[in-house]
């Protein structure tokens, strides 16, 4: 299993990677800054800020944020091509004031192109950091995968729903030596330590530790110890 899993990947990794990831840049703005972009269902073009999705796709982008400091990132855009369906903000642990992400999905909605502006609001209503994403929405078939792409040194989570009560759980089954293994915890749905066989969400941390192109895949393993379902992801790394 492992070995198709491997294989599937390497096709993915092959498509992403023929269309080249010249000219990636990444923000030089002081902190808080734009950190990951991670694309559901969706092929990450060109640099971190282009991104071709197909019409009907979901697209995510993630932004480093800490709302305890009154700090949020709104974001702006003509929704000829595409619409706003979720945002929620992910904490980095589970501590009082932990800082995280912004995170932000969309849906390719008709072809064309958009551009969204994120603005980084102050409590006072003031602008204090922005960045902008150009999207092509197509109605082409493109490779689909999960896309994440970061500069070196930065870390990234990626989020698997799970309910270990049931006896099912994620494994890392593929990484390469671009990318290192920061961390992995389970975060219950449930407030209440008391609830039993509560869902909730597997985080995993990892850090782009060179430049290139990694790759990350995921197995949800049955009580059987039986691979039920993976999750390659693509991860693009700019220096």
Known sequence: ???????????????????????????????????????????????????????????????????????????????????????????????????????????????GTSVITFNYVSPANQTTNSVSYTITCTALQIPTGNAVLVSQGQNFTIRQLSNPSTGYSWRLDYTNDTLKLVNQTFVSNSTSSTVVGAGGTELWTFQATGTGSGGIVLSEISPANQTTNTVPYLVLITS
């Open 1 to 111: 299993m492992k070995k198709t899993v491997a294989a599937s990947l390497i096709v993915v990794l092959s498509l992403a990677l023929a269309v080249g990831c010249a000219g990636c840049t990444s923000s030089t703005t002081p902190s808080p800054s734009p950190t990951t972009t991670a694309v559901t269902n969706a092929t990450a073009l060109g640099n971190a800020t282009d991104i071709d999705v197909m019409q009907g796709q979901n697209f995510t982008t993630q932004l480093q944020s800490n709302p305890s400091t009154g700090y949020h990132w709104e974001p702006t855009y003509t929704n000829a091509t595409i619409t706003l369906v979720n945002r929620t903000f992910i904490a980095s642990s589970t501590a009082l004031g932990a800082p995280g992400a912004d995170v932000f999905t969309f849906q390719g909605t008709q072809t």
